[in-house]
C-alpha cells in the first residue's frame, strides 16, 4: 500500500491527475504542517487556524499569498517560511487534502 501511494505522489510530477489523487498527494505534503494544524487539520493550540474543511479554493489563494508575500503583518511571517519553497501544485494538492478532511 505504501509503494502504491508513493507511485501515486511521483506520477503527479508529471501527469494530471483525478482529485482524489490530489488528496492524497496532499495528505503526503502536509507533513511538515501538521506540527501547527494538527493531524487532521484541526488544531489543538488556539494561536494556530484550523484547516480541516476549509474551501479549497480559498486554502490555495491563501497559500499563494503568503509565498508570494501578498498576506503579511500578524503571523504571516511563520507561514511564509513553510510555504517559500512549495510549488503551485503542492498548494493545489494541500488544498484539495485540508478542504476534504470534516470540520
Ligand atoms: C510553525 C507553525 C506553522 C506551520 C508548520 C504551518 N503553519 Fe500554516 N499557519 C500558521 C499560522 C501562525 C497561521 C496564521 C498566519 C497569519 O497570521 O496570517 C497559519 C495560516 C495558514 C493558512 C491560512 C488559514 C486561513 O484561514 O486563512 C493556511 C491555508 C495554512 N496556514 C496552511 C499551512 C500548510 C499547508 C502548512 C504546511 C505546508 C502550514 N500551514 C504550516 C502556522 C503554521
Known amino acids: 500500500m505504501k509503494l502504491v501511494v508513493s ?3 511521483l506520477s503527479l510530477c508529471s501527469f ?6 490530489d488528496i492524497e498527494a496532499g ?3 502536509s507533513a511538515s504542517c501538521v506540527a501547527c494544524h494538527g493531524a487532521e487539520g484541526k488544531v489543538s493550540v488556539p494561536m494556530y487556524p484550523n484547516l480541516a474543511g ?3 479554493m480559498y486554502l490555495e489563494q491563501a497559500l499563494a499569498a503568503y509565498k ?3 498576506r503579511t503583518g500578524g503571523q504571516a511571517e511563520v507561514m511564509r517560511a513553510y510555504v517559500s519553497n512549495l510549488s503551485d501544485e503542492d498548494f493545489s494538492d494541500l488544498a484539495a487534502y485540508y478542504a476534504s478532511l470534516k470540520p
Open 27 to 29: 495528505r503526503i505534503k
Open 54 to 56: 476549509q474551501n479549497a
Open 68 to 70: 508570494k508575500g501578498g
Open 7 to 9: 507511485l501515486v505522489a
Open 16 to 21: 494530471s491527475v483525478l482529485a482524489k489523487n
